[in-house]
Every structure is written in C-alpha cells, then in structure tokens.
C-alpha cells in the first residue's frame, strides 16, 4: 500500500487530537490551558513526524534506491518511456554497453559521478542551468540531457564522434567551438578527465525517476536487455 502525503496529513492530525483530547480530560475546551496542551502535544507530534519524514526521504533520495539508481547504471543503455498506470515517463534500462569505452565497477562509477558533480559545482552551472528542478532556466535544463536526440543528430556529427559520451565530452571541453543555439555557452575550461566525469553525472542523472519531470521529453527507446 502506498502512503502520500494527505494520509500522512490525516493521520498526524487524528493521532494529535486524541492524545490531546486524553491529556487535556477534564477541561473545558474554552479554558487556555485545553489549548496549551493541545498546542505542546499537535507541536510534538508534527515534530517527530518531521524526522520521520527526513530520515524516509534521505532513505528515497540515496544511490541504489526505488528510484535512484546505483552509479553503476552508466554501464547501461537508459531510455524514456511513458507508463500509461502511472500516467508520466520513465527510465528504462537496456543491455549493458559501457561509457568510454570500458564498463565500470560499482566504486570506480560512484567516484567519477561525484567527481562530475563537483565538476558542476565548481563551474556554477546551475547560474545558467537546472537540475532536477534547481537552478536557472537561462540555459536547458540537465536532468535529461544525457537522453537528448540532440546529440546524436546534431553533436555527433558536428564533432565528428562516434559515440554520445564522445561528442558530449569534446562539446564540453569546448562549447564556442561548436555554437548550437542564438545563446552560446562559454568555454569552462575544463579538462578530458573532468569532461568524462561530467558526461558520466549526466548519463547517470537521466536515469533518476523524477516522475516525469522535465515535462514533454520525447521518448527514448533502449535495446533488450
């Protein structure tokens, strides 16, 4: 059984109301000191439901769980798909295909995807950017770049790469080289290493289940497993 945030609501409220309504027997319901304690017992339950709440959703938010994936899932092919049950788009995996040529174990990914968050980090993307819903909207927002069929009918050929994870790097160690839009992004200087480890944070943060978010992202199709 599911449980969404109006039963939480719902049985927060009832479980505050008869606790109160016990420990403040006797009372009037006009009197202050009904309200005093039923001020201290609906704070204390809505503060304890508040670490459970933290705790659940650090649990949700972590590698490997119900919908994020481990880091090792950039050995894979990721597509979108759209579940008609859950009535938003999906990620899906396809066989296993490597990145850079090379599959990568379950510590070595985890490495290169922080390294490609703190590659992100440093260079302020997110001024221009967004990700998983943060950020600016100046430039596209990343959470699904990595699934974009730009690359591969626009990037690929325009810097003569054989494979997406090819062209995203030499695009981004240098984006003026390549202009694709009225707005240009400026060079970052960044290295083939931190290139690759961006690359890898991308692949990887497409595969998020972000309950279809962002919003009109075509399809994507991935091999059999």
Same mark, same amino acid.
């Given at each position: ?8 609501? /719902?049985?927060?409220? /009832? /479980? ?9 027997? +006797? ?15 609906? %704070?204390? #339950? ?15 938010? %972590?590698?490997?769980?119900?919908? #994020?994936? +481990? =880091? ?12 008609? $049950? ?18 990568? +174990?379950?510590?070595? @990914? ?16 997110? &001024? ?7 950020? =600016?909207?100046?430039?596209? $927002? ?9 690359? $591969? ?8 790469? %054989? !494979? ?11 984006? &003026? ?17 931190? @290139? ?9 943060? !497409? ?15 991935? %091999?059999?497993?």
């Amino acid at each position: 059984m599911s449980i969404g945030w109006l039963e939480v609501v /719902v049985v927060t409220l /009832v /479980v505050s109301l008869v606790i109160s309504l016990i420990l403040a027997r +006797g009372r009037h319901w006009l009197e202050p000191g009904f309200w005093k304690v039923a001020a201290i017992i609906t %704070s204390s #339950v809505m503060a304890i439901t508040l670490v459970l709440l933290t705790f659940h959703t650090v649990q949700a938010i %972590s590698m490997e769980s119900k919908r #994020v994936p +481990g =880091a090792d899932v950039i050995n894979r092919e990721i597509g979108y798909v759209y579940n008609a $049950d859950r009535r938003a788009m999906e990620p899906v995996l396809g066989k296993e295909v490597g990145l850079f040529g090379k599959i990568w +174990g379950p510590q070595e @990914a985890e490495e290169l995807i922080v390294k490609g968050k703190l590659v992100i980090q440093s260079r302020n993307c997110m &001024d221009c950017h967004t990700l998983l819903g943060n950020g =600016a909207y100046y430039a596209p $927002d990343l959470t699904k770049a990595w699934l974009d069929p730009k690359w $591969d009918k626009q990037i690929m050929p325009m810097v003569g790469a %054989s !494979s997406r994870e090819e062209a995203m790097k030499t695009w981004l160690m240098n984006p &003026d080289k390549y202009p694709t839009w009225v707005r240009k992004m400026p060079n970052l200087r960044l290295t083939e290493d931190e @290139a690759k480890a961006v690359t890898a944070y991308l692949k990887w943060m !497409s595969a998020i289940d972000t309950n279809g978010f962002p919003a009109n992202f075509p399809e994507v199709q991935v %091999s059999q497993k």
